[in-house]
Nanobody, 122 residues
Framework: VQLVESGGGSVQAGGSLRLSCAAS????????MAWFRQAPGKEREEVAA???????HYAGPLEGRFTISLDNAKSTVYLQMNNLKPEDTAMYYC??????????????????WGQGTQVTVS
């Protein structure tokens, strides 16, 4: 199982970025897939999750600005981030698990993690 994130970068407030998470070694359609983020000096926090080919969950404050989606044919999960704010600055991680035993937005549920991609909003 391998997860590789890409698409991070530096953007001005109000801008947009789309993160990608390329998965290999398993079928994303069978997995819970999620994005988490961690800012310097802060705990890792949930962003969004997707499973069952379309059911989505979002951290409350982010819903409406962030959209998670997946392309099963490409084994890729995306996170579209709009109207970015400086407080969105963080390392963003993709995660996957077969069973989200603690909940789709709980990081302890996830067994597989990518290396992260940095998002900086100024």
């Amino acid at each position: 199982v391998q997860l590789v994130e890409s698409g991070g970068g530096s953007v001005q407030a109000g801008g947009s970025l789309r993160l990608s998470c390329a998965a290999s070694g398993f079928s994303v359609s069978r997995y819970y897939m999620a994005w988490f983020r961690q800012a310097p000096g802060k705990e890792r926090e949930e962003v969004a999750a997707i499973y069952s080919l379309g059911t989505t969950h979002y951290a409350g404050p982010l819903e409406g600005r962030f959209t998670i989606s997946l392309d099963n044919a490409k084994s890729t999960v995306y996170l579209q981030m709009n109207n970015l704010k400086p407080e969105d600055t963080a390392m963003y991680y993709c995660a996957g698990t077969l069973n989200a035993r603690y909940g789709a937005l709980v990081d302890q549920s996830y067994t597989d993690w990518g290396q992260g991609t940095q998002v900086t909003v100024s």
